[in-house]
C-alpha cells in the first residue's frame, strides 16, 4: 500500500510550527520629551516644597501652642510662688511644689523649713500680681518666659506694706503627661 500523504506545509501535524503573525505591530518605545521631563521634575519639585512648608507651619503651631500654655502656666505660678503668708505656709508648699520641677522643686524643698520659720517669726505676708508677662525663647518642650510681678508685703515690724516690682525669668519644662512645670527662676539682672 502507498502512502498518499502529501507533504503539505498546512496539515495537521504541521500546525504548531507555524509561526502567528501579529496582528498590530508592537509600538516602539519612545523616550520622554525634555518638556514632559521639565514638568515631571517640576512637579516633584513642587510636591517636596509643600512637604516642607507643611513641616514647617506644623513645627511653627506647635511652637506657639507651646508658648502659649507656658507663659500662661508661668502667670498662674508666679502668682502662687510670691503669694504667700505664714498662716497658710504648708498650703503654700504644696501649692509650689505642684507646679514646680527639678533644681527649683529640690531647692525648695530644702529651703522650705527655713522660709517657714522666718515667715513665722516675722508674721510676713505677701501678695503678688503679675503686670506684664512674654515668653523669652521657645522650643517645643522648653520655654522661658519674662515675668514682671508687682508684690506687696508686710510683717510685724512695718506698719506700712511695701510694694516692688520685680523681673524674673521661668524656665518652663512640659511634662510627658502635658503639663507645664517650672525648673528654674532666676533674676535676669543678677545674671549680668
Known amino acids: 500500500m502507498t502512502d498518499l500523504r502529501t507533504d503539505d506545509p498546512i496539515s495537521d501535524e504541521n500546525l504548531d510550527e507555524i509561526p502567528e503573525e501579529p ?14 521631563s521639565a514638568l515631571a521634575l517640576a512637579l516633584i519639585a513642587a510636591i517636596a516644597c ?24 508661668a502667670r498662674t505660678f508666679a502668682i502662687t510662688l510670691f503669694t504667700y503668708s505664714a498662716d497658710t505656709f504648708d ?33 510676713a505676708t505677701s501678695t503678688a500680681q503679675v503686670l506684664d508677662i512674654a515668653a523669652k525663647s521657645t522650643a517645643v518642650d522648653r520655654v522661658e518666659v519674662l515675668v514682671i510681678i508687682d508684690q506687696t508685703a508686710s510683717n510685724a515690724t ?32 543678677s545674671a549680668q
Open 91 to 123: 498650703t503654700y508648699v504644696d501649692d509650689v511644689l505642684s507646679g514646680a520641677t527639678g533644681s527649683l522643686a529640690d531647692t525648695f524643698t530644702e529651703t522650705s523649713s527655713d522660709l517657714q520659720a522666718t515667715l513665722v517669726e516675722a508674721s
Open 50 to 73: 509643600a512637604g516642607v512648608f507643611a513641616y514647617q507651619l506644623e513645627h511653627r503651631r506647635s511652637l506657639d501652642t507651646s508658648r502659649a500654655e507656658a507663659v500662661d502656666t
Open 158 to 189: 512695718v506698719t506700712e506694706p511695701r510694694q516692688a516690682v520685680n523681673a524674673v525669668v521661668m524656665t518652663l519644662e512640659k511634662q510627658e503627661d502635658g503639663r507645664w512645670l517650672t525648673s528654674d527662676v532666676a533674676n535676669p539682672s
Open 23 to 36: 496582528a498590530v505591530q508592537a509600538r516602539t518605545r519612545r523616550r520622554p520629551s525634555a518638556v514632559v
